[in-house]
């Protein structure tokens, strides 16, 4: 199987491809080429597998690659909610006309390539006339209060309307907040949901934006690769329906993601986030999704992470294991 | 104010026309030019009106006048719904694209127009996860089966992201199926819900390719023009939302229409309707809404036609009265 990553060279993209190559296949297919595509190049482990291909540069200018006809795709590549307010037309172009492209030149390819678009819960906010739900569901009407969970939204019924076609075989899957990233805050508004884990494990003092009461759901990076891999393996009849899915989230309040923080690593290293309220990003968290349900990905096996200190110690055990995640990254518990 | 009708040459655009020259205003404000653009030249009692200024060709060659600066945009050019599921790529182009690039146009003027979409009952459909209610309201989940009712939703979304970020004031209003259209069938797959009034009002025998039991929201072309223009003046506030809003329905099965055809023009006119089951456009009936309801359009004083005798009245009036409408339109009431 020839299979092409997008942002793969990202930290969720990248983690997808050394996933896929240590298993070797997908769906019993043995994986003979991993075609990594992202902005960036991808890490020298993952360049360094005969398997992998990498290709560096916007996705704008990457038609001729995806019309080569791949038998699987995974859509990451995206611009992150928090650029996308501040630049409009940044968030045009990386996540509506690229995935546009991509979604053309695979159908220009004549190759009905297996699909997976990472969508997100972003696509989720309460409008005037549509007050969100406790908890958002697989049919929940979306009504995003950004871009980025517009053009999510927007590319979920583009790739449900080209799997009608015949054109591919897609699958948009929705992905919760994923924590513990590691590395730098990035310019996504939920970039503090790994913040207030991470940092204080370094050692660092940081700052909490919103109130201990907000509740959002969350996923670990083990878990959402692992949804979208059941995804990929899924077969139609498994997935009830074109639209997208929620992938599982595990639904916290941030005092919890503290409370587990405390018992998982002592009272010294929660005691390094004060709560200091940043109204831009609390004004952008205010409008997402305090919970979710995942029946369909259920009905796939897909579970929740079984807590959040689960979900603290696969990132110290990643800090120990992986690479890609810094040396002094657990400084804080020494 | 400067106003602009894409698809101004159209039926529902050329009445839209001539109501808007015919009041000289919208909101208490003169309309000092109107401009129609349009694949086709527009009607000649239109471009005889010294306001009016027509221009001719795609959308997509249009950027430059789209850039020139409106106070209020009606955009209602479209390709329809079987020509779409015929040739995918002008649905994308004509739908998709054009709409984007009247957005971006818009944007790029730096006035921020006020801003009616007329989107359509087809963004509603029935998934495997999201069956259809009997009838739809303004909180539906769309899951739509062709890709005209996937692009128009898509640019509902566009429209509201639009207008969050003060690009314009837009609203999307979605039209129920509008009969009675005058003229010939046309590549709709709705077309025969004015076929089976209009062909046997003219004389002529005609199929209806749908079972007398299959029902469906439908709206006078009178009623749903009134329909663009009450959204088109109405506040924000009163909207209530961002979000795309369904416009009036009468909810009537295809036996009520020849019912009511039968007690408007007698049993000879309504003998030249016989059932012919068209399994192409059966099959993509199947998937349209049963039913609506209109509750925020309701809150805006909107109401649906009084009955489906009025809308046979409305077209019947029409063709003695309006220009568009053929002189052998009612042949057969002779």
Redesign the interface.
């Known amino acids: 199987m020839r299979i092409l990553i997008t942002g793969g060279a990202g930290f969720l993209g990248a983690r997808l491809a050394r996933e896929i190559l240590q298993r070797g296949q997908l769906n019993g297919q043995s994986v003979s080429e991993l075609v990594i595509a992202d902005l960036f190049p991808a890490p020298a482990d993952l360049l360094a597998d005969p398997r992998v291909k990498g290709h560096a540069g916007p996705m704008l200018e990457q038609g001729d690659l995806f019309k080569s006809g791949f038998d699987g795709v995974f859509h990451l590549a995206s611009a992150v909610s928090g650029e996308c307010e501040l630049d ?1 037309d940044l968030g045009l172009r990386s996540n509506l006309d690229s995935s546009r492209l991509l979604l053309d030149s695979i159908r220009a390819s004549g190759k009905a390539s297996r699909f997976v678009f990472a969508s997100s819960v972003a696509v989720f906010g309460p ?4 007050p969100m739900p406790e908890r958002v569901t ?4 979306p ?3 950004t ?1 980025y969970g ?1 053009h999510k ?2 590319i979920e ?2 790739v ?2 080209y799997t ?2 015949g054109f591919i075989d897609g699958r948009a899957a929705r992905l919760m907040t994923v924590t513990v990233r590691p590395g730098k805050p990035n310019g996504a508004a939920s970039s503090f949901f790994s913040g207030i884990i991470r940092e204080p494990l370094a050692g660092t003092h940081t700052t909490c934006p919103v109130d201990p009461d907000v509740s959002h759901p969350v996923s670990s990076p083990g878990n959402t690769i692992h949804g979208l891999i059941t995804v990929f393996e899924a077969s139609r009849d498994a997935l ?4 997208a ?1 929620n992938l599982p989230g595990l639904n916290v309040k941030v005092s919890d993601m503290l409370a587990a923080l405390e018992k998982v690593a002592g009272p010294t290293v929660r005691a390094r986030v004060k709560f200091e309220r940043d109204e831009r990003v609390a004004g952008i968290v205010a409008n997402w999704a305090k919970g979710s349900t995942f029946d ?1 990905a259920n009905a796939l096996g897909l579970k929740a992470d079984a807590s959040f200190e689960a979900i603290i110690e696969q990132y110290i055990s990643d800090c120990k294991t992986r690479p890609a995640y810094p040396a002094e990254a657990l400084n804080g518990l020494k």
Chains 1, 2 share one sequence.
Do not use: E, I, V
Request: proline share 4%.
């Open positions: 409009f409008d005037a006339g549509n697989d049919t929940t009407l009504t995003p209060q871009s517009t939204l927007m019924y583009m449900a309307d009608r076609k009830g329906g074109r639209m899915l369909r």
